[in-house]
């Protein structure tokens, strides 16, 4: 049973870690893919704006999946759905955009998978209940 609690612990934290690497990733997205003819403190600004729009829905979840809330997992991978489509609509849209969008497709369905997973082994441990 305490192999349970600490497989429980470990996909909580992976959880976590995978959510704050796709947020830290759609920032440097959003510079990757910016006009180069654009001046530095545009693309800067820009780059900022546009990440904080694109991850606005991420991070209402941070706290909940770093206190290890069950349920804002479950919500989040709702969520992570949309992230989805839009990541794969993107991949085959030029080079740059195509290889950012492929590894943030990588990275939500990786994300999606370890928050499922911490979902089940969460009400593995408190008998079917969330």
């Not at 600490?6 to 830290?24: E, F, G, H, N, P």
């Not at 989040?76 to 492929?102: D, E, P, Q």
Request: hydrophobic share 55%.
């Amino acid at each position: 049973m305490t192999d349970l609690f600490q497989q429980t612990s470990q996909y909580q934290k992976m959880t976590w870690r995978l959510l704050i690497a796709l947020i830290v990733w759609l920032a440097i997205a959003k510079v990757l893919v910016a006009p180069s003819a654009l001046s530095v403190p545009t693309v800067i600004i820009g780059s900022a704006l546009g990440w904080l729009l694109h991850s606005l829905a991420l991070l209402f979840f941070v706290k909940g999946i770093r206190e290890g809330n069950p349920r804002t997992a479950v919500w989040m991978s709702y969520v992570l759905m949309v992230y989805f489509i839009y990541a794969v609509v993107r991949i085959g849209v030029s080079s740059v955009n195509g290889w950012v969008a492929i590894i943030e497709s990588v990275l939500i369905t990786a994300l999606f998978a370890c928050s499922i997973r911490y979902v089940k082994l969460k009400r593995a441990t408190q008998n079917g209940e969330l």
